[in-house]
């Protein structure tokens, strides 16, 4: 399978706690996105990677929220100090750097409960 | 700002029938416009998109057209099938970065039965 894919799938955790999820773009996409999803709703846009480097940031992503892309392969969303709002599906996705509107593929996401 | 309106669902159709669901955007510059599905237990697949004014887009028997002048991306199919049922998510991609983050509408849920 070489679709975007998503690790863990689900997590469950206690509020105030630490969680990390990464995400696999597809191998030759230079661009990946992180959304968060909430229950009824859109995915609404987090943050964007060029390549290892991050060009922007919504002002959804808190000072708890980090994002990296060390190598410009995979990426990790890292969320501190968990609140039960941050309770989402979180969804990556990744799109190739050619063309003016190209596709974005989408992870099957990972769902985060915080307890 | 950019923003994404769509009707709300959830749409309840019989086999065969016609599907229309709204959708209106706000944008600065030249959007390019998107539908995006999600099948029950499947992520997110593009469905058809249109990069400029007056653009059709298509596939699987379903089509789009981009209005300027109305601000709406309407996505519409002659005859619906069972297997179209699912959550339908229209998406705007502001002309802006050189890049293409989505702004997605809140999805109508469409319902088939036979």
């Known amino acids: 399978d070489t679709g975007v894919s998503q690790d863990p799938r689900h997590k469950i955790t206690k509020r105030g706690q630490n969680v990390t999820f990464r995400c696999d773009p597809i191998?030759?996409?230079?661009?990946l996105y992180w959304y968060r999803q909430t229950l009824g709703q859109g995915p609404e846009f987090l943050t964007y990677?060029?390549?290892?480097?991050?060009?922007?940031k919504s002002r959804l992503l808190s000072d708890r929220f980090s994002a990296e892309r060390p190598k410009g392969s995979f990426s990790t969303l890292e969320i501190q100090r968990t609140e039960q709002g941050d309770s989402a599906m979180y969804l990556c996705?990744?799109?190739?750097?050619?063309?003016?509107?190209?596709?974005?593929?989408f992870g099957p996401g990972t769902r985060l409960t915080v307890l | 700002g950019n923003s994404v309106t769509q009707m709300e669902g959830p749409v309840t159709l019989s086999e065969e029938a016609f599907l229309t669901i709204n959708c209106t955007y706000t944008?600065?510059?030249?959007?390019?416009l998107f539908w995006y599905v999600q099948y029950p237990g499947e992520g997110l697949q593009l469905l058809l998109k249109?990069?400029?004014?007056?653009d059709k887009g298509s596939n699987k028997g379903f089509e789009a057209t981009y209005r300027k002048e109305t601000t709406s991306f309407h996505l519409e199919k002659g005859s619906v099938q069972v297997s179209d049922s699912a959550v339908y998510f229209c998406?705007?991609?502001?002309?802006?970065?050189?890049?293409?983050?989505?702004?997605f509408g809140a999805g109508t849920r469409l319902a088939v039965h036979p």
């Open positions: 996705a990744s799109s190739p750097g050619q063309g003016a509107a190209p596709e974005q593929f």
């Open positions: 191998s030759e996409h230079n661009r």
């Open positions: 990677f060029q390549n290892e480097a991050q060009l922007e």
């Open positions: 944008a600065t510059g030249y959007p390019s």
């Open positions: 249109a990069t400029k004014a007056d």
């Open positions: 998406a705007l991609s502001p002309f802006s970065g050189g890049y293409n983050k989505l702004i």
